[in-house]
């Protein structure tokens, strides 16, 4: 900047643990070509925000960060984490009970009715006025 004042960095700083450590070495697919899909829904179990507290790291950080349902995409980005490291660990939670994972139906993303109702509820979402911006 001109002014000699620094903005915050866009894209923050590199992870000091590498992916492969964090997932000790594991692939999100495993050879068999099913891997989690990005927009899968993620949402924490009663029994994993009980043990909330005894989760290590990033372990952590996905239960807490799922109180609320969210996609697998989402919560990578949320917590600035690769994908595959993100896919790797909600399957470890889901296998331990921590984490409930809802696969989306794959024939629902070619269904031409559900892309209707995806494009006319975005449609809706209001802009920064207030006004839904279909009506521009």
Do not use: W
Not at 73 to 99: F, I, P, S, T, Y
């Amino acid at each position: 900047m001109a002014d000699g004042a620094t903005g915050p960095d866009p894209v923050g700083p590199a992870p000091a643990v590498r992916p492969f450590l964090v997932t000790a070495g594991r692939v999100a697919d495993d050879g068999s070509g099913r891997a989690l899909p990005l927009e899968t829904q993620v949402v924490a179990t009663a029994e994993g925000l009980a043990v909330l507290a005894g989760l290590s790291f990033e372990r952590y950080d996905i239960v807490d960060a799922c109180r609320l349902p969210q996609s697998l995409a989402e919560l990578a980005a949320r917590l600035r984490l690769h994908l595959n490291v993100v896919r790797v660990l909600a399957e470890d939670l889901r296998e331990a009970g921590q984490l409930a994972v809802y696969v989306p139906d794959a024939g629902a993303s070619r269904d031409a009715s559900v892309l209707r109702r995806l494009i006319d509820g975005l449609k809706a979402v209001p802009d920064s006025r207030g006004v839904p911006s279909d009506t521009d």
